[in-house]
């Protein structure tokens, strides 16, 4: 057993009795020390993406969900944290070795975490002020229109249900 910075390293042995190399991913000392302020900000902006929630809902629980004040503030923390990593994942960054290149999977997580901000128009107050007004008119321009109108119906009351169940715990 080895111990570098907080994380337990096994060595494993195979059934013929041959060392196998420990796992070598970062631990959060290393990263925090590896490139200074780059990777300090790196730490700082996943923080703030894992925090977005818990502020969310203690805002909520403040505020309650009518007012602006939790959707602006976790909106705010949401971009800051993205645009933190993306700009230390960025291209002209990686060249100067300042840097980070993501793997498949931690790039994949990038694109699922901004897919998830089509939910801010789930929410309330922006679902009641603009995205549920901008539906309805959707859905009675279509309304004449005899299969189309009635599938708009009925998926915009679809949406309407799906806000007021799901949109406050799904990717906040």
């Keep these: 057993m080895v111990i570098w910075g907080a994380r337990i390293h096994w060595n494993k042995l195979t059934p013929a009795g041959i060392s196998v190399p420990a796992d070598?991913?970062?631990t959060l000392v290393s990263i925090w020390h590896e490139k200074g302020v780059t990777s300090r900000s790196f730490i700082?902006?996943?923080v703030l993406l894992i925090l977005r929630p818990?502020?969310?809902a203690l805002l909520i629980r403040r505020y309650g969900l009518g007012t602006?004040?939790?959707w602006l503030v976790t909106l705010a923390v949401d971009l800051t944290g993205t645009t933190i990593i993306s700009r230390l994942t960025s291209p002209?960054?990686?060249r100067n070795g300042r840097g980070y290149s993501l793997s498949k999977v931690e790039k994949e997580e990038i694109k699922r975490r901004q897919l998830l901000w089509a939910f801010y128009v789930m929410r309330d107050p922006f679902?009641?002020?603009y995205t549920r007004h901008r539906l309805e008119y959707f859905e009675q321009l279509l309304k004449p229109v005899p299969?189309?109108?009635t599938l708009i119906a009925k998926a915009v009351e679809l949406l309407v249900g799906v806000q007021t169940r799901y949109s406050y715990i799904?990717?906040?």
């Design 92 to 94: 002209g960054l990686l």
């Design 24 to 26: 070598n991913r970062s």
């Design 68 to 70: 602006w004040k939790p």
């Design 44 to 46: 700082l902006g996943e």
């Design 170 to 172: 799904s990717a906040s």
């Design 147 to 149: 299969v189309v109108g």
């Design 54 to 56: 818990l502020v969310y």
């Design 127 to 129: 679902f009641s002020k």
